[in-house]
T-cell receptor, first 114, second 114 residues
Framework: DGGITQSPKYLFRKEGQNVTLSCEQN?????MYWYRQDPGQGLRLIYY???????QKGDIAEGYSVSREKKESFPLTVTSAQKNPTAFYLC?????????????FGQGTRLTVV | QKEVEQDPGPLSVPEGAIVSLNCTYS??????FMWYRQYSRKGPELLMY????GNKEDGRFTAQVDKSSKYISLFIRDSQPSDSATYLC??????????????FGGGTRVLVKP
């Protein structure tokens, strides 16, 4: 089955700890994205990548880092510099199709600071 | 002020009623408009997209765009309990520009009661 796989589904982080969220896609999409979703605030873009070995900051990149060493993979690291990391994190990939960019989302990772 | 505003709801309707959802936006550069449906603890899935102004119908769903008023709508006819979800509007200025970034509304939670 083609799709986007995020892991883990639930993640707990201690104060001051870095954690990495995994995102893998087998859709052969060039573009990949990380969003953060908080209640009532919709999806906010953290980082995005158009091609391998290239990525750009989104609207809320502070305290996060990414890498894009392979087309299929776009891991997100939540660093200790992110002061309020508890949120639902969504990874997406996109393709320009039928005159539209259709973004496909993973099932998300819920990160909780304990 | 947020670029895209969406009433968070919840919007509660009886089964069979018409669900009416809308978003307003401030960026006149937006040309591509999408509606995503998100079930609880899942990633969003694309429902419909429209380009520029006009209407688009797909089964029980109708999307409308009024660029002059910076206002988009989604109507769900003959609503079913399975339509209970959060509906997110999303917009983009250019699908081929760097990032193909989508700007999301906060989402409206819809509850269809049997």
């Amino acid at each position: 089955d083609g799709g986007i796989t995020q892991s883990p589904k639930y993640l707990f982080r201690k104060e001051g700890q870095n954690v990495t969220l995994s995102c893998e896609q087998n859709l052969n999409h060039d573009a990949m994205y990380w969003y953060r979703q908080d209640p009532g605030q919709g999806l906010r873009l953290i980082y995005y990548s158009q091609i391998v070995n290239d990525f750009q900051k989104g609207d809320i990149a502070e305290g996060y880092s990414v890498s894009r060493e392979k087309k299929e993979s776009f891991p997100l690291t939540v660093t200790s510099a992110q002061k309020n990391p508890t949120a639902f994190y969504l990874c997406a990939s996109s393709i320009f199709h039928r005159g539209n960019t259709e973004a496909f989302f993973g099932q998300g990772t819920r990160l909780t600071v304990v | 002020q947020k670029e895209v505003e969406q009433d968070p709801g919840p919007l509660s309707v009886p089964e069979g009623a018409i669900v009416s959802l809308n978003c307003t936006y401030s960026n006149s550069a937006f040309q591509y408009f999408m509606w995503y449906r998100q079930y609880s603890r899942k990633g969003p899935e694309l429902l419909m997209y429209t380009y520029s102004s006009g209407n688009k119908e797909d089964g029980r769903f109708t999307a409308q765009v009024d660029k002059s008023s910076k206002y988009i709508s989604l109507f769900i006819r003959d609503s079913q309990p399975s339509d209970s979800a959060t509906y997110l509007c999303a917009m983009s200025a250019s699908l081929k520009a760097a990032g193909n970034k989508l700007t999301f509304g906060g989402g409206t939670r819809v509850l269809v009661k049997p």
